[in-house]
């Protein structure tokens, strides 16, 4: 069993930049790949980002418009997400999940574990 847990949101202006961290102990001796996700209010859970378990293959959601990136350090069992430029919009629960397959999936459904989520503010 791996629990994440997400942190580093928060309340924000437009334009500001955020690093949300993902802390999963375990993630990189179990080889799990890991993604980031969000919800909205009254939104369905949206696919951000995910990364395969050694940080070399990431892939985005189009809703990132560019201006998120995922990374990972496997001595910190921790995943990232750095939002830059943010918008209203962006306003969520951001969640940190991850799969036991090796390389993250867009598809919710496909991880194992959830963090609890970190919430995100941007105001105008």
Not at 37 to 55: D, N, V, Y
Not at 89 to 116: H, K, M, S, V
Request: charged share 25%; with cysteine; hydrophobic share 30%.
């Amino acid at each position: 069993q791996v629990q994440p847990v997400e942190s580093g949101g928060g309340p924000v202006k437009a334009g500001d930049s955020l690093r949300l961290s993902c802390v999963a102990p375990g993630s990189a001796d179990r080889m799990y790949g890991a993604g980031w996700f969000r919800q909205r209010p009254e939104k369905g859970r949206e696919f951000l980002a995910a990364i395969h378990w050694t940080g070399d293959s990431t892939h985005y959601g189009a809703s990132t418009k560019g201006r998120f990136t995922i990374s990972r350090d496997n001595t910190k069992d921790t995943i990232y997400l750095q939002m830059n430029d943010l918008e209203p919009e962006d306003t969520a629960i951001y969640y940190c999940a991850l799969t036991t397959g090796a390389i993250g999936t867009r598809d919710p459904n496909l991880y194992r574990f959830w963090g609890r989520g970190t919430q995100v503010s941007v105001s105008d």
